[in-house]
């Protein structure tokens, strides 16, 4: 994802702040899919996650996202 922001700016010059949002939000979309996340509903003040499945959520619990440990149990 990263190479492909540089390219942006490479080709296009600084790109608008609404491009970085949508480049970020398809990180994360890509960092919870790994996670087995069918769903992440982020709000004001909570997000949510919605899993795959059991077998899915299970297997990806102890992964890290972003550097952040993700340990639900």
Same mark, same amino acid.
């Given at each position: 994802?990263?190479?492909?922001?540089?390219?942006?700016?490479?080709?296009? +010059?600084?790109?608008?702040?609404?491009?970085?949002r949508m480049l970020a939000v398809v990180?994360?979309? =890509? @960092?919870?899919?790994? &996670?087995g996340l069918a769903k992440l509903d982020? +709000?004001?003040?909570?997000?949510?996650?919605?899993?795959?499945?059991?077998?899915?959520?299970?297997? =990806? @619990?102890?992964?890290? &996202?972003?550097?952040?440990?993700?340990?639900?149990?």
């Amino acid at each position: 994802m990263e190479d492909f922001a540089d390219e942006i700016e490479d080709r296009f +010059g600084t790109p608008p702040p609404d491009v970085g949002r949508m480049l970020a939000v398809v990180a994360l979309t =890509a @960092r919870a899919a790994a &996670l087995g996340l069918a769903k992440l509903d982020i +709000g004001p003040q909570a997000v949510a996650a919605t899993p795959r499945g059991e077998a899915a959520w299970f297997g =990806a @619990r102890d992964r890290k &996202l972003g550097g952040a440990a993700i340990g639900w149990r």
